[in-house]
């Protein structure tokens, strides 16, 4: 079947613009998770979401990212103003019982 | 979740056996231990997983001491695809709580 789907795979920006991207999880998987790795570093736990639960924002660096998810499914993470060190691919992942499954990411880069 | 401990980097020739090791000294009775792995540029995928019995897939094999207080991940014939930074991660299987993904280690599959 198919997996987690990031759309779009690259996306560069102009500082102060606002950016959306999108994470079509694997159908069925309750729980939704963002991450963003910078260049050469680990995964970041950004924001999850479980059910109709309310999500878990701990990780957001700032009031200037968001996400939500409709519908129980497909999910948006919005930056607003980006700065260049928002510069970093963004991992969306959903997850079954046991495995937690990745998307390709999108390359953000913000000139 | 308990902290785990691996190398920062390994070598393994071509067509031999690679195996990583992963302490785990502070696991709980009802947590398992994931292993993943991401190659350049693509999203974490998973590998296996499992709790105290040694466990096969055909990626890999995992082996849990007695105490389970360590574990190897074992890619049986190393190839050069296998080249990537591998992920020890100890959690419980009933927890929606984001992975938290050490440093890893970077193992390098040589011709």
């Known amino acids: 079947g198919a997996g987690v789907s990031q759309s779009p795979s690259n996306k560069v920006t102009e500082k102060g613009k606002d950016v959306e991207l999108r994470c079509d999880p694997i159908?069925?998987?309750?729980?939704l998770y963002w991450y963003r790795q910078s260049l050469g570093q680990g995964l970041e736990f950004l924001i999850y979401?479980?059910?109709?639960?309310?999500?878990?924002k701990s990780g957001l660096p700032s009031d200037r990212f968001s996400a939500e998810r409709t519908g129980g499914s497909v999910s948006t993470l919005t930056i607003q103003r980006t700065q260049q060190e928002d510069s970093a691919v963004y991992l969306c992942?959903?997850?079954?019982?046991?495995?937690?499954?990745f998307g390709p990411g999108t390359r953000l880069t913000v000139l | 979740d308990a902290k785990t401990t691996q190398p920062t980097s390994m070598d393994c020739a071509e067509g031999r056996a690679a195996n990583l090791p992963c302490n785990h000294s502070?696991?709980?009775?009802?947590?398992?231990v994931y292993w993943y792995r991401q190659i350049h540029s693509q999203g974490p995928q998973y590998i296996i997983h499992?709790?105290?019995n040694n466990e096969t897939n055909e990626m890999a094999s995992l082996i849990i001491t007695e105490d389970r207080k360590s574990s190897t991940l074992i890619l049986p014939h190393a190839t050069l695809r296998d080249t990537a930074v591998y992920y020890c991660i100890v959690r419980s299987v009933s927890g929606n709580t984001p992975i938290v993904f050490g440093k890893g280690t970077r193992l390098s599959v040589i011709a």
């Open positions: 979401f479980q059910g109709n639960s309310a999500p878990d």
């Open positions: 992942a959903s997850r079954s019982q046991y495995e937690q499954f």
């Open positions: 499992g709790l105290k």
């Open positions: 502070t696991i709980s009775g009802n947590e398992y």
């Open positions: 159908s069925g998987h309750t729980a």
